[in-house]
């Protein structure tokens, strides 16, 4: 990807700027959330004058993530893992989406792309996002490509400049280096830990091939989405309840925990196959696994004097990631009320979930006893509420 011009702090607060909300008029309540959230994020979680973030909030000496710490480097990680920025271009990409707004645009070109390049290691081929900025050493995962190549694909579905369609295409070679016919198909997770073929990076897998299909014509994508797809269907589907299992290891064993963006992104890939093919069956899978996510991962609560369902599954990023795949399906089928219940997830949490910096912890429905705040949840509230800015959805109570 194309090294962007080292930031200064001058620079950088062009993130803080206030921008203007075009045709929203700044009525829209979600709009106004995802662009608080997004100021907020850049003003704690800034550790110097480059575009790079902490992991939390508050910074403390001896950082580092605890998801990587099998093998991770010990010593102390000033800056954010590769997977919790990500979620900031995320994060950009669906304000830029909602808005139309060149500013957004700029950031994400002068800022968040600026500040990923740090991950970028062309040490080892195919070229991809390391884990870590000590990019050579660093492990790279797939999934975590793959949520990149999914972002600059939107970008350049969005925008049409083909530099993002180059970096999907090359980020794309990576993901494809990690595929084999071991298990009868399937990417693995971890370049440098090929122990388990996962849901996460193979139903994103299978929606970024569809993308692509979609910028390219290129029926070679079409193929691979499909392949991927289906592999995922019959390998690693829960036949009793539609969700997903996580993963299956090399000798067969299946992992049967289940999580909200695994079944997400099977939803999206699904709403894709149908709006590409017009196979009903997509869809019908689509809708089954979606009404499965609503029984699982959605609760009932009371907000005054009203009972509300909220979605909450224990990871933010995770339902973000979920609601991509609601989102397609309501844009097919119009089914309103797992949006619905979106909405008064997030009016909810804005209302009970944040603390005294604004910033929420692992739950939406209340404030965190943990005070450490990731980056990535961040993000993801921001995500969730700049793609819901766009969805207009009619309210039946």
Known sequence: MKKYIHLASAVLALILAPVAT???????????????????????????????????????????ATYLAEGADRTVNEYSYLWPYSGTLSMMVALYDATGNERYLDQIKHITLEGLD?????????????????????????????????????????????????????????????????LGDGIYWCEQKKHSKNTCSNAPAAVCALKLYKATGEEE?????????EWVYTTLRDAEDNLYFDNISLDGNISRAKYSYNSGQMIEAGALLYSITGEDRFLRQAQATARACYDRWFKTLQDGDRQIRIMESGDVWFDAVMLRGLIALYRIDGEADYLTAVRHTLDYAWRNGRDSDGLFGKYLSKQDENPRRWLLT??????????MAKVDIDEAE
């Open 22 to 64: 075009g045709c929203t008029g700044g009525e829209n309540a979600d709009l106004n959330r995802a662009r608080a959230m997004k100021k907020t994020i850049y003003s704690l979680y800034r550790v110097d004058d480059s575009p790079l973030l902490a992991e939390n909030y508050p910074q403390q000496s001896g950082d580092r």
């Open 118 to 182: 740090r991950y970028y290691d062309t040490s080892r081929e195919p070229y991809a996002y390391a884990s870590y900025i000590t990019a050579e050493t660093a492990d790279r995962f797939y999934d975590d490509n793959i949520w990149l190549a999914i972002d600059l694909t939107d970008l350049y579905l969005t925008t049409g400049d083909e530099e993002y369609l180059a970096s999907a295409r090359g980020i794309w070679d990576f993901i494809l280096s990690g595929r084999d016919d071991v």
């Open 221 to 229: 994508f079409l193929a691979t989405g499909r392949a991927l797809y």
């Open 378 to 387: 961040q993000a993801a509230y921001a995500e969730m509420s700049a793609r």
